[in-house]
């Protein structure tokens, strides 16, 4: 049988790549390196073949004249890797317990950001932490916004619903707390309860644009993203997160990232934690 003349099975030429490449850095900040040709284009392939086109040049063409931006949402899901779970990096959640919530008891408001929050277990998590500590009081004291540049990822987050594997780690008392049992079509699913998503609102955000009209917050968890850009993208972004923070907020970046050779002005209080002052900080990655 003679093989198929299949485009998106080999890797892209050099001037395919480069486009791609400048692409995703100008519209997200992704920075794709050289080496990664084999890697785009069997991701790129399927999305290729469903818009028609007949060569990366062609494809590329079709994802930046799509006035609806859809075809470049699907550019920006097939090239990044939405991995994440609920209570991941636990030690974040075991510090916004222990430091943070007495910080806060007597706070009118608490406003919290999860930003690129994927299919939100992050930020159901968070829920569940602060329904945990502060019960009934929680619907009015706490607004947890969730945001992601993905509309895909995000239409899964603001469904609240997952299969019964994802929520393996969620300890039994707050999996009954919190999650309804699927029943009928919808057996082995669970979905959040209305408390809790009565703390979230949704929305999509990029964070290479301006986000100082969303308002100051007292906690931002903006975690394993910024492993996907280079310094000069990590320092513009960590510059916004910062000034979207409160006087006294808190940063709250991955454990594998650092924001050593990145001027932020933050205080570092402990790994993949840091607060903002009232006058600035010393830098510490």
């Not at 919530?101 to 277990?121: F, H, T, V």
């Not at 469904?159 to 594997?165: D, K, L, N, R």
């Not at 919808?186 to 990029?206: H, I, P, Q, S, T």
Request: glycine share 10%.
């Amino acid at each position: 049988m003679p093989a198929l003349d299949d485009t998106s099975c080999r890797p892209l030429n050099a001037s395919e790549f480069e486009k791609i490449r400048r692409l995703a850095y100008d519209t997200f900040g992704l920075d794709l390196r050289t080496g990664k040709e084999t890697l785009v284009s069997t991701r790129l392939g399927k999305h290729m073949r469903q818009s028609g086109c007949r060569s990366f040049d062609e494809y590329y063409q079709f994802v930046v004249g799509d006035s609806t931006g859809k075809s470049l949402i699907n550019l920006i899901d097939a090239l990044t890797t939405n991995h994440t779970s609920f209570f991941r990096e636990p030690a974040h959640f075991d510090f916004m317990r222990k430091v943070l919530l007495p910080e806060w008891k007597n706070r009118g408001k608490i406003d919290i950001w999860s930003a690129a929050c994927s299919s939100g277990e992050e930020p159901y998590t968070i829920a569940m932490c602060l329904l945990e500590e502060l019960g009934t009081i929680a619907p009015g004291k706490v607004r947890i916004l969730a945001t992601d540049i993905s509309t895909k990822v995000l239409a899964k987050a603001g469904q609240g619903t997952y299969p019964a594997e994802r929520l393996e780690g969620i300890p039994d008392s707050q999996l009954r707390k919190y999650w309804l049992r699927g029943e009928g079509e919808w057996a082995g699913w669970y979905r959040a309860k209305k408390d809790m998503r009565a703390l979230m609102e949704f929305r999509r955000v990029n964070l290479l644009e301006p986000v100082s009209q969303m308002g100051r917050f007292a906690l931002i968890f903006c975690r394993n993203v910024m492993i996907y850009f280079d310094k000069p993208t990590q320092q513009q972004v960590v510059k916004r997160l910062g000034d979207c923070l409160e006087p006294g907020g808190y940063l709250l970046t991955g454990h594998a990232e650092s924001l050593t050779g990145i001027s932020h002005g933050l205080e570092y209080v402990q790994p993949a934690v840091y607060r903002k002052g009232s006058s600035g900080g010393r830098e510490k990655g």
